[in-house]
């Protein structure tokens, strides 16, 4: 397999596959190494010539001109999977591009933050090349379900539950932010994990510590979510306001004035 990009997430994936004895070969012009067991490539053609599998992770941003330089070397048997959050449009296109090569294309949808539970991440995949690639992944213990065979309807699905997610974390600020004017902030943060399971009080810690360091790239995932809500004709009031809330806290404030979140 070849990694496409060892930011945080590529680089555990990189690493994991070759703990479970995949060869696997990575490339990313800012990584000056590689995790143990990984060859590193000197450019993105080099990662991808010899691979069965291209998983890219190299952030919406780039997803399309990585996916354009990889079609230069990839083989076409090959399966290029693009684990990057983008909006299911965004998808189509790069899976149309792929299909201009003869290559199978896979939308990977990363259903939770990948340090969590490392390669045991669950993943939604749509595409052509969807079967194949959950087979396997699933020979490699990953969790996975075929959403579809479109490109674009892992991605949907994947931002529809954002708007709960992102929104669940807005909410909490909301209230504790609310809360700590009068000295009852930890007081509502417990009410609130207790009603979330017995792990809410880690669902809660992780969101308030967790949302101000990715609240840039959430807002933009959220973004996309109410681009997609607009094209189902769908309300979204809540998803209005955690753009709002996202927005605010990338910036160090509440929404409604320039007190500190946090």
């Known amino acids: 397999m070849a990694v496409l990009g060892l930011g945080e997430a590529g680089r555990i994936y990189a690493s994991d596959l070759a703990a479970r004895e995949v060869a696997v070969t990575a490339s990313d012009p800012a990584a000056g190494s590689a995790p143990s ?17 291209v998983l890219s992770l190299v952030g919406g941003d780039a997803a399309a001109s990585v996916l354009d330089e990889a079609l230069t070397g990839i083989g076409s048997s090959a399966i290029y999977a693009d684990m990057n959050t983008a909006s299911p449009m965004k998808k189509q296109q790069l899976a149309e591009r792929a299909a201009g090569r003869g290559v199978a294309f896979v939308d990977v949808a990363i259903l939770a933050p ?3 539970a490392r390669i045991e991440t669950p993943l939604a995949l749509s595409g ?9 992944l699933g020979d490699l213990g990953v969790p996975v379900v075929e959403v579809g065979t479109d490109a674009g309807a892992a ?3 994947k931002l ?10 807005a909410l909490i600020f909301e209230s504790t ?8 902030d930890e007081w509502i943060a417990d ?11 880690d669902v809660v810690q992780r969101l308030l510590e967790g949302t101000p360091v990715h609240a840039v790239r959430r807002e933009a995932e959220m973004r996309d979510a109410l681009a997609f809500l607009e094209s189902l ?5 809540m998803t209005d306001g955690t753009i709002a809330w996202l927005h605010a806290i990338a910036e160090g404030r509440d929404p409604n004035g320039t007190s500190p979140v946090g």
Do not use: W
């Open 233 to 237: 004709g769908a309300a979204h009031p």
């Open 155 to 157: 991605a949907g699905l």
């Open 37 to 53: 067991g990984v060859t590193l490539a000197p450019g993105i053609i080099e990662a991808v010539r010899d691979a069965e599998v």
């Open 177 to 184: 932010t609310a809360a700590r004017a009068i000295g009852a």
């Open 160 to 169: 529809l539950r954002s708007v709960f997610m992102k929104g669940l974390a």
């Open 191 to 201: 009410q609130i994990a207790s009603e979330l399971g017995p792990s809410g009080h």
């Open 114 to 116: 990948v340090p969590r």
């Open 128 to 136: 052509t090349g969807a079967s194949r690639l959950h087979e396997l």
